[in-house]
């Protein structure tokens, strides 16, 4: 551990407030790694820390993305009772499974998803049509258009049970699931990640809690994180909509798979 490690935590964190928000994961994908790689946190650790910072950055960007009216209130309403259910499960898991194995999962998923950036027609996931549905319009005023996009109950409640519980698991914000479901259901990219980190407000919180009460959250970190998430998620909310994200997810997309490497030699083998 380093001997001030606050300051160099708070300039890290308020980076990765920028890029969780404008990539549309949440950042756990990078607070995991920092807290675990640079600042010497346990595995279990680093994941209930990650998920209480993930409050805050979440928090701070649907300020914004509300006030751009971005976020789907009803699709998030369907998201967040099985994306809760799901990450206590997650999180209890995790009390029972060897950090050696958390992060070997952690490493698989994080691999998913940088392939997934870097090749855009790539899906982990498919969409489920069954049952009940009903129709979405979203205004995308770049296009001048008002796409009408079905959407199916069974779809929702799925992927959010899948990203609750990869949430609790991995320490993540469940993101890396909830965007490319929401974007394969028809909804268009920017209101997809404001959707998703309008969500993960209740998965993080959840998560932390369950975490909090197994021990695993180190709460100076989660105040000078949170504090440098909140800002720079500010910053990513307003700059999200103006810049393109493709580049910037293949720049990250090669970054995630050094950061599952890296996590990978130095942590399971």
């Not at 600042?39 to 300020?63: N, P």
């Not at 959707?195 to 197994?214: D, E, K, N, P, Q």
């Not at 910053?235 to 999200?240: K, P, S």
Request: aromatic share 12%.
């Amino acid at each position: 551990m380093l001997l001030s490690p606050y300051p160099l935590a708070f300039v890290l964190s308020l980076g990765i407030g920028v890029i969780a928000v404008v990539i549309g994961l949440g950042g756990g994908f990078f607070y995991v790694p920092t807290l675990s790689l640079i600042f010497g946190f346990d595995q279990k650790m680093a994941i209930g820390t990650s998920l209480a910072v993930m409050v805050f950055t979440s928090l701070s960007a649907s300020f914004w993305y509300r006030r751009q009216g971005k976020i789907l209130y009803k699709v998030a309403a369907i998201l967040v009772p099985p994306s809760i259910l799901f990450s206590i499960i997650g999180s209890y898991i995790t009390f029972f499974i060897d950090s050696r194995i958390l992060i070997a999962i952690f490493c698989l998923i994080l691999t998913l998803v940088s392939v997934e950036m870097l090749i855009p027609r790539f899906r982990f996931l498919t969409e489920i049509r069954i049952g009940p549905s009903f129709v979405l319009s979203t205004n995308v005023p770049a296009q001048g258009v008002q796409p009408i996009t079905r959407i199916y109950y069974s779809h929702l409640l799925a992927w959010g049970a899948v990203g609750g519980l990869v949430s609790g698991i991995t320490g993540t914000s469940g993101g890396a699931v909830l965007v490319p479901a929401l974007a394969t259901a028809g909804i268009p990219v920017h209101y997809a990640v404001a959707t998703s980190l309008f969500t993960i407000i209740a998965i993080g919180t959840t998560g932390a809690v369950t975490h909090a009460m197994l021990g695993h959250i180190s709460l100076p970190f989660v105040a000078v994180y949170g504090t440098g998430a909140a800002i720079g998620a500010s910053f990513g909310a307003f700059a999200a909509s103006r810049i393109s994200p493709d580049n910037i997810k293949k720049f990250f997309g090669v970054m995630l798979l050094f950061i599952a490497i890296l996590m990978f030699v130095e942590k399971v083998l």
